[in-house]
């Protein structure tokens, strides 16, 4: 049923010569930088190729197995040395928005949209979930859920429970289901449905809305969209989205048959949806994710909510995280996740967290060192629980990402076994479109650590300055030291106290909240060691 593609040899043979090359520029730059080795997973430009959704079989991690639009399917079984590549094919349609992942099994799901355009109304009138045993690479002709003709289901993503989940291995699906998409009728609406599965993806629970106002149908800021599913470990099933309400979270703690009253998590500035004005030449979006620590580590039952949004500037998105400890009753202030002082932008987040160390993973397009649409690819790394990140570039070189060759929605990253593995849209001088991966180990890790040790004891200019309510203090620590950052009044008298621990070398942001305080001039001391130096802000109600 599924015609599958392998790498011509000769090709191969080529591109090894061009490795060895690449390798010999690879070693020259590590012993600079020690830069991220990049994988290109198609051989050739595949038109429409992007969001890519990539997961990693638990039975044998070189299966590695990555969806992309509209129907591609790629797969490895040497840790991504070389890759096949086939055409998804279902009799409910394939019509992209692909989301993978394995069970603890080995068993593999891909979840996309539904239909064909030439069938008239057939397009996205369901969720379709497709399954190999066989890491990928023939595929069950799948089940669905969500049919409710003529509605349109889009915009799903899948999360399967993980082994330390008391409901391991259930599948919970959650998506945007509009009256009518694009429809500018007033009563027109959109809500977010949740479906799950207990019996490997055979059937699936009758969906069910969990937001308690709906948005529009214009697939636009006031729409509510991008809903990603985290499973706890005591079962909590918790969900964020986007929505004229700015990002609203709500949790089921029956295993997923009812959900509470919305509580309102951050506001968006911006919305979610960014035109090629706001985010230049490209579509973007700032769609939360939602993360559960189910692991082992002291940051054990954190939950995690990622997103992006302009509170800074329409032309420079920031990545923000904000932390539950009580299982979503609390939040705590959003901290910003990239660490430059530029205004550029930086979108598509994606995180993961290593249940093993409690590390998070956070990956984004970022154009901190670039002008106009050309792009990076960075990861940032959290080691105590999302307080503090710093930030390593992955991609070998710059694109330009525009909407000359869409990248869609989204890009992803999976953690397994202390490995990091990422996926991202590529766009290269031509406009052809390439899935890039990367298996990024420990050792990749602490020898791109090498970077930091480049850095100064520095103390950055916060931003905004002056500032209405929150701002963000950067800094960068040389080398391992006791680093103290403290706020004090024009009197001298302390008001807050930022940071007071040991720090890695590396850099870092701290948020500041301001608004319980009067408007005046503040200063902000930061110390590393007997090292110590402060500046000066304005706080302006
Ligand atoms: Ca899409
Ligand atoms: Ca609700
Ligand atoms: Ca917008
Ligand atoms: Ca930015």
């Excluded at 003529?150 to 989940?165: F, G, L, Y």
């Excluded at 008391?166 to 009728?185: L, P, R």
């Excluded at 009580?326 to 939040?331: A, E, N, V």
Aim: net charge negative.
């Amino acid at each position: 049923m599924n015609n599958v593609i392998t790498f011509d040899q000769t090709i191969k043979s080529k591109s090894m010569k061009k490795i060895i090359g690449l390798f010999i520029l690879l070693y020259m730059y590590c012993s600079v930088y020690g830069q991220v080795e990049n994988i290109r997973v198609n051989s050739y430009s595949l038109t429409r190729c992007n969001e890519p959704s990539i997961a990693v079989n638990p039975t044998n991690p070189a299966n590695i197995v990555i969806g992309a639009n509209n129907t591609f399917c790629f797969y490895t079984f040497n840790s991504g040395e070389t890759w096949q590549e086939l055409q998804m094919e279902s009799s409910f349609g394939v019509w992209g928005d692909p989301s993978l992942g394995f069970d603890s099994e080995g068993n593999l799901y891909f979840t996309h949209l539904s239909g064909e355009p030439p069938i008239s109304g057939r397009w996205a009138d369901r969720i379709v979930i497709q399954k190999s045993i066989d890491g990928g690479k023939t595929w069950s002709d799948g089940t669905f859920t969500g049919l409710n003709r003529p509605k349109q289901e889009d915009k799903s993503w899948m999360t399967i429970a993980d082994t330390n989940s008391i409901y391991k291995d259930n599948i919970y699906i959650a998506w945007t289901e509009f009256d009518t998409i694009m429809s500018e009728h007033p009563d027109c609406k959109s809500r977010i449905l949740f479906s799950y599965s207990v019996d490997k993806g055979e059937a699936w629970t009758a969906p069910i809305s969990i937001n308690d106002s709906d948005g529009d149908c214009y697939d636009d800021d006031d729409t509510v969209e991008g809903a990603i599913p985290a499973i706890g470990k005591d079962g909590g099933i918790y969900i964020s989205w986007s929505g004229p309400d700015g990002i609203l979270f709500d949790k089921s703690l029956d295993g997923g048959k009812t959900f509470g009253e919305d509580l309102f998590i951050s506001p968006q500035i911006g919305g979610w949806a960014w035109d090629s004005h706001e985010i230049e030449g490209v579509r973007g979006n700032g769609f939360p994710q939602t993360l559960s620590d189910n692991g082992i580590s002291e940051h054990s039952g954190n939950l995690y909510i990622v997103w992006a949004d302009q509170r800074n500037g329409t032309s420079n998105t920031d990545i923000f995280i904000k932390k539950s400890t009580d299982k979503g009753i609390t939040w705590n202030d959003a901290v910003r996740v990239n660490t430059d002082m530029t205004e550029r932008p930086q979108f598509f987040p994606w995180a993961s967290i290593d249940p093993e160390t409690g590390k998070l993973y956070i990956l984004f397009y970022d154009r901190r060192n670039t002008t106009g649409t050309f792009t990076d690819v960075y990861l940032a790394i959290s080691e105590d629980g999302g307080e503090t990140f710093s930030n390593i570039k992955i991609s070998e070189e710059s694109f330009s990402n525009d909407n000359y060759a869409f990248t869609g929605d989204y890009i992803n990253l999976q953690v397994f076994n202390g490995v990091i593995y990422p996926v991202w849209t590529h766009v290269n001088n031509l406009n052809q479109r390439f899935i890039y991966s990367a298996v990024i180990t420990e050792e990749v890790l602490t020898s791109t650590d090498k970077e930091i040790g480049s850095f100064e004891n520095i103390l950055h200019t916060n931003y905004p300055n002056p500032f209405k309510e929150e701002t963000t203090i950067s800094f960068q620590v040389k080398e391992k030291n006791h680093v103290s950052l403290r706020v004090y009044d024009s009197l001298g008298k302390e008001v807050a106290s930022l940071v007071n621990e040991i720090k890695k070398p590396g850099e870092y942001n701290v948020y500041f909240d301001g608004s319980n305080l009067s408007s005046g001039s503040f200063f902000y001391k930061l110390e590393v060691g007997n090292w110590s130096t402060s500046s000066k802000m304005l706080l302006l109600k």
